[in-house]
């Protein structure tokens, strides 16, 4: 199915399509602009929508898992005030001038002698923005094009193969509610193997903004028009950082370490901001070992409470780690000393190595010596890589510890339990996206 | 291997309480070969401190270690020189990797032994000559699979009177002839000789659906029957509703209940197992099941649902000794079943998988699609 300028189209259409869609989106961006407001207005109307339960019926009949809590995530992220605010934290003083079309003015900097005097600052759209969308996790296509729509621009949307049609329903609705949204967003159903169709919507675009593992984004780069800015959202990895545990009082310890267990297992691992490694600050592996004996039955308990997987899931993954030690046998590859500590639904893997990398997920977290000194020299490793540190940690070593962390590339520090809690304003993997959609303009009187 | 020869030669195939003793001693007397010819599984068992004679009770069993089918798909295990072997044979690798299993003589003898055995039990072999339909592959020069080999195998328990293949070789490759099945079928039934199904579930239930849906009704001349086999995944407990299978088969071609006969093997563990009148898979004495945790990796009771070990010391070719499959299994306490055979029956729940898992975690991606390569 195809979405363009609020219509639905069979996907045979799309050669047709293509090939006005330029003349058509040139048309649009010669002679209109977005209103922002209208579409704040129109996104906190469907919330509202949302909210009264007006589409309970249709979500309820895609059967997905966690639906609720996803839905108390959306509804609080598309408040009217929510998207001002945001707007506000991440394009600070180039918001009002975005949304108004009126000049930057900046009242409290005097501007140094030297400089031009007659200069007017525009922040316009980045222009045609081309979304790239993962298929992991539901509503992640339209959140993508609402972050086009809210800076203004024209947006093509390249739909993940996964996508069962929500993600047209909804932009259609909102097309519904305000109809000068429709000739900003073009919606395709293309598969990623037709790269001809692909190219061609790169070639019209700004901006390509892809989300997704290494092979998306390698194929982006790799047919994209030198000219296009790339801006990628990529997946990532993130770790808990534990240190003076001796120090901290046994009560808030024992809160901390529950909630690091509960944060473990509720995310099965799965996101970004999950905790794959558990690194104390440690020389010796026999602190390792006691560690992984101590918290195997807080993991335990968490485990019991939030079964999410299934006897096939772990069976495999069981399997996997079997045949992984075989095959080192066979080609008799030097084996990583690695002690399991197995628990019901979960595990703890004490390794003697220093690497960040991918547990085997689903509860199974991999336990490691980091201690701080050699902490920029291992991270550095990953570069590209890093999202969240769970910090854990007494409160006197707690500044330095977050200092050290963010020089080494980290770009979300939290407590061990809030790893993966979103906030209202918060950066995406380092970076303000909505900054990255508008472009600034200067322009001499 | 004077055991394992005594073992395949056991009067009674399901007498699984009479020959542990035994039993133990054929799988320390493989273990023991296949320690000293296949240099892989040497280093296997040195790793985990495992020697052949620490098989003294039963129990030990559960330690030695056992090798995933994984390890044949991806290394070729072998403990006698290729030219001893008398057949290689691959698993049907849907997925595009095979395992490679090589039997010699002395194993394909005692195998032999096992389907008399078994055959005989299950009154599978007659002198009065029969049609047969091959639901399955016509024997090709490039298919190796076992699937083919036990499928044409069976068709020699009785003589041949005539063979129609459900699935033909054209132009390079299998294609279904599912309306020449059903002529065979419509054309034997008028005649006076029995006739024999063999092969894949699935297909039988496409031609009676078909046959069903064109209301051509046939009764099948007194002592056809159906046998039904492929490799595991033909087995999974919801595959095709054998209930609704056997109700079609009485009602299309006239064939009772009791004259549909299971029976399945996987190259990794060529052991027939052949369902009982009450259709349960009952382990024989060839070989033993232990179900094992799908955390721990370690033996669960009768009853629990995990992965399916098997064990049997019919192959010395290959250190096929103790197989892990991919699949959830539950044993099953022979009594529950009713049939009067008193070992243990195994129900094969399904294949393990990672599949629809969704995440943005670095690598993960990568990670979870390596099953598609196992």
């Not at chain 1, 997905?64 to 839905?71: H, K, P, T």
């Not at chain 1, 545990?245 to 099965?268: D, W």
């Amino acid at each position: 199915m195809i979405l363009y300028k609020g219509q639905l189209y069979e996907t045979s259409c799309q050669g047709e399509l293509l090939r006005q869609m330029e003349r058509n989106i040139n048309d649009t961006r010669s002679n209109r602009r977005l209103d922002i407001s209208k579409v704040i207005e129109a996104v906190d109307c469907i919330r509202q929508k949302l909210e009264a339960g007006d589409y309970d019926e249709k979500l309820a009949s895609l059967g997905m898992e966690g639906m609720e809590e996803q839905l108390k995530a959306v509804i609080a992220m598309t408040d009217r005030r929510a998207l001002e605010y945001r707007l506000s934290v991440e394009l600070g003083e180039l918001k009002d001038p975005l949304i108004t079309g009126q000049p930057l003015v900046r009242m409290n900097e005097p501007k140094p002698e030297g400089s031009l005097s007659n200069i007017e600052t525009q922040i316009l759209p980045l222009g045609t923005l081309f979304h790239i969308a993962a298929g992991n996790r539901e509503g992640l296509p339209v959140y993508s094009v609402l972050e086009g729509l809210l800076t203004g621009n024209v947006n093509i949307l390249k739909l993940p193969q996964a996508d069962q049609g929500l993600s047209i329903e909804i932009i259609r609705t909102l097309v519904e509610v305000e109809p000068s949204i429709a000739e900003f967003v073009y919606v395709f159903d293309t598969p990623s193997s037709d790269l001809d169709a692909m190219r061609s919507m790169a070639a019209m675009s700004d901006g390509i903004v892809v989300w997704g593992g290494e092979e998306a984004v390698a194929a982006v780069r790799r047919f994209a028009p030198v000219g296009a800015q790339i801006i990628e959202w990529g997946h990532k990895l993130s770790f808990a950082y534990l240190s003076g545990l001796s120090g901290i009082k046994e009560e808030r310890l024992n809160e901390e370490l529950q909630a690091l267990a509960e944060h473990i297992v509720s995310t099965r691992q799965l996101l970004c901001s999950s905790c794959q490694v558990i690194y104390l600050d440690q020389e010796e592996m026999e602190e390792i070992y006691a560690f992984c004996r101590r918290f195997l039955p807080y993991l335990e308990r968490a485990a019991a409470r939030f079964p999410a997987k299934t006897p096939g899931m772990q069976a495999e993954l069981s399997l996997r780690r079997y045949c992984d030690t075989l095959n080192k046998i066979i080609l008799e590859e030097s084996i990583e000393e690695q002690r399991v500590f197995s628990g019901k639904n979960c595990s703890l893997t004490a390794c003697s190595d220093r690497e960040l990398e991918l547990s085997d997920m689903f509860g199974n977290c991999l336990v490691k010596r980091l201690p701080k000194r050699e902490m920029m020299q291992v991270l550095r490793r990953n570069k590209g890589y890093l999202q969240t540190a769970g910090l854990l940690c007494p409160e006197t070593i707690r500044h330095e510890l977050t200092a050290l962390l963010a020089d080494c590339g980290l770009v979300r520090i939290t407590t061990v339990g809030r790893m993966s809690e979103t906030f209202l304003g918060e950066a995406h993997d380092g970076d303000y996206a909505l900054r990255r959609y508008v472009r600034v303009v200067d322009v001499e009187n | 291997m004077k055991y394992r020869a005594r073992l395949f030669s056991w009067k009674k195939p399901f007498d699984t309480e009479q020959t542990e003793e035994l039993f133990l001693k054929a799988v320390r007397e493989n273990c023991r070969f296949q320690y000293d010819h296949c240099k892989a599984y040497r280093k296997i068992l040195d790793y985990f401190g495992f020697l052949p004679e620490d098989l003294k009770e039963c129990e030990d069993m559960e330690r030695l270690p056992f090798l995933p089918t994984w390890v044949f798909k991806n290394h070729t295990l072998f403990s006698m020189p290729e030219r001893r072997m008398l057949i290689k044979a691959t698993s049907s690798g849907t997925k595009g990797k095979f395992s490679r299993i090589g039997f010699e003589f002395g194993g394909l003898w005692n195998g032999l032994k096992m389907v008399l055995r078994i055959g005989r039990w299950r009154k599978l072999f007659s002198l009065c000559p029969v049609h047969y339909i091959v639901l399955g592959y016509k024997p090709h020069k490039g298919n190796q699979t076992a699937v083919t080999k036990t499928a044409y195998g069976a068709t020699l328990f009785t003589p041949a009177l005539s063979r129609t293949f459900a699935l033909k070789m054209k132009n390079g490759s299998y294609e279904p002839d599912l309306e020449g099945v059903i002529a065979a079928i419509v054309k034997h039934s008028k005649g006076h000789f029995p006739v024999r199904f063999m092969g894949f579930p699935s297909y039988l239930y496409f031609v009676l659906q078909i046959m069903e849906e064109q209301e051509i009704f046939v009764k099948l001349p007194k002592g056809s029957k159906i046998l039904l086999g492929g490799g595991w995944k033909q087995f999974y407990t919801e595959q095709v509703d054998k209930q609704t299978l056997y109700a079609l088969a009485e009602k299309v071609l006239g064939v009772k209940e009791s004259e549909v006969i299971e029976f399945f093997g996987a190259v990794e563990h060529p052991i027939l197992y052949c369902d009982c009148p009450r259709h349960h898979f009952h382990v024989p004495v060839y070989s033993r099941v232990m179900i094992r945790d799908v955390d721990t990796l370690k033996p669960v009771e009768n009853g629990q649902i995990g992965l399916v070990n098997l064990i049997s010391p019919m192959t010395l070719a290959t250190p096929i000794l103790s197989i892990m499959t991919d699949d959830l299994g539950i044993l099953h306490e022979g009594k529950e079943c009713g049939c009067g055979i008193s070992s243990p029956y195994l129900e094969i729940l399904g294949r393990v998988g990672l599949k629809d898992i969704q995440t943005c975690a670095a690598g993960a991606a990568k990670y979870l699609s390596q099953e598609e390569k196992g």
